[in-house]
């Protein structure tokens, strides 16, 4: 079974442009996450989407937006890119969001490492 | 403060030797998180745990739910598990999988 695929794995991009992410999550998971690693830190929650509704957003600028499709994957979208947002972008897939009281595994992508420029 | 903070930031080991990598956290949570990257970026899970201890080979991690924190430890190590190691929780509720993350401890085993 193909573990989560993120496209495209390296991008190069100048500021001000607009970038487009995609993450397909593994077969039957229906939660995938965002996250942003900038070097030498840990991964920041940019944000949740389960059964195509977004239910969670961390603390980023509105140029940043995702959506899930029908068939669970999802794409994330950086308008407007500045120097800061050179970072390896995580995508993050799980059978289920988190229950009450229950967490679930995440499964993790490789990762797009994106450079403004 | 953060809301999860682990220690050793930095971690140099000769090989054979037993490692431990400690993580605290500040919130309720439903599950905590071990997590393994290595340099090309891709994380791999290593446990979810909510209570107890849990052991796969030569890793063991252990949590403690009153004490909000927890502990990864490697047994007999090996130049192979150089890697960063990350602690990362779900908090307790309506957090729909949104995990927070520790800041990485930075494993180096010289053979």
């Known amino acids: 079974d193909a573990g989560v695929t993120q496209s495209p794995t390296h991008l190069i991009k100048t500021r001000g442009q607009q970038v487009t992410l995609r993450c397909s999550p593994i077969?039957?998971?229906?939660?995938v996450s965002w996250y942003q690693q900038v070097l030498g830190q840990g991964p920041q929650f940019i944000f949740q989407?389960?059964?195509?509704?977004?239910?969670g957003r961390g603390n980023f600028p509105d140029r940043f937006s995702a959506r899930q499709f029908p068939n669970y994957s999802s794409e994330l979208n950086v308008n407007a890119l500045l120097l800061g947002d050179s970072a390896l972008y995580l995508c993050?897939?799980?059978?289920?969001?988190?229950?009450?009281?229950?967490?679930?595994?995440?499964?993790f992508g490789q990762g797009t490492r994106l450079t403004v420029v | 403060k953060n809301e999860v903070e682990q220690s050793p930031q930095n971690l140099t080991a000769q090989e054979g030797e037993f490692i431990t990598i400690n993580c605290s956290y500040s919130?309720?949570?439903?599950?905590l998180h071990w997590l393994q990257q290595h340099p090309g970026g891709g994380i791999v899970s290593l446990f979810m745990l909510s209570s107890g201890k849990k052991k796969h080979g030569r890793l063991i991690a252990t949590i403690n739910i009153q004490e909000k924190h927890s502990s990864l430890h490697i047994t007999a190590s090996h130049p192979r598990d150089s890697a960063v190691y990350i602690c990362?929780?779900?908090?307790?509720?309506?957090?729909?999988?949104?995990?927070?993350f520790g800041q990485g401890t930075i494993l180096t085993v010289h053979p």
């Open positions: 990362a929780v779900n908090a307790g509720g309506t957090s729909y999988g949104k995990l927070t």
């Open positions: 989407y389960y059964e195509k509704e977004e239910r």
């Open positions: 919130v309720g949570i439903s599950a």
């Open positions: 993050a897939s799980s059978s289920e969001a988190t229950v009450y009281y229950r967490g679930t595994e995440a499964f």
């Open positions: 077969s039957g998971h229906k939660s």
